[in-house]
């Protein structure tokens, strides 16, 4: 079974922080006391997560990261989903991350677009509030689905 599980400013971060440690060898930081961090569960199991917080005027995007093991099984999306439902239930004017080049193309599937490449190669991306589309249906090739709305 999959979950999605939030963890407001002030929570518990062990789990959290294994996976950034895992995925991007860093641990805890500044930013985690402003934060709202998001957690994927895979049968009980923390897979995923990431965080969001505000800063200069925008919404920001971080350490959306899959444990190696879990990727390719659409854990990313859905924590991207939940931090851009997040975005949008606080009425975000847009909302920023910072990403490696390679993946991109995860980012921009969801509608961000390419700002600015900084001094190390990695690129600055942003969508527009009003442009967060969480439709799943509107993606889907499943013609036949019952939940499909159009
Ligand atoms: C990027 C990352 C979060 C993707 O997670 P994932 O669970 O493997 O991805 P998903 O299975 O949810 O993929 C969803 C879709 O995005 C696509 N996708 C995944 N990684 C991609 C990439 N690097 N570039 C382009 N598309 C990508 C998938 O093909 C899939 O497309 P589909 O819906 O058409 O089938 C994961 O590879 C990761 O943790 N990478 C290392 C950390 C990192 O660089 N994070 C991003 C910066 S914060």
């Not at 402003?34 to 997560?49: E, K, M, N, R, W």
């Not at 677009?113 to 993606?139: A, F, Q, W, Y």
């Amino acid at each position: 079974m999959i979950q999605g599980k939030w963890f407001p400013q002030g929570s518990d971060l062990t789990e959290a922080l294994q996976i950034r440690e895992a995925v991007f060898g860093r641990s805890e930081d500044s930013i985690d006391s402003g934060a709202q961090s998001t957690l994927v569960y895979q049968d009980d199991v923390p897979a995923a997560a990431g965080r969001i917080w505000w800063q200069d005027g925008a919404f920001w995007l971080g350490d959306i990261g899959v444990l190696p093991d879990y990727r390719g099984q659409k854990l990313g999306d859905l924590t991207l989903r939940l931090l851009l439902f997040k975005a949008q239930d606080h009425f975000a004017r847009e909302v920023r991350l910072i990403c490696p080049a390679e993946t991109e193309g995860f980012f921009t599937r969801l509608g961000f677009h390419r700002e600015n490449v900084l001094e190390d190669g990695t690129l600055e991306l942003m969508i527009p509030g009003d442009e967060i589309d969480l439709d799943t249906c509107k993606s889907c090739k499943k013609k036949d689905c019952p939940l499909r709305t159009e």
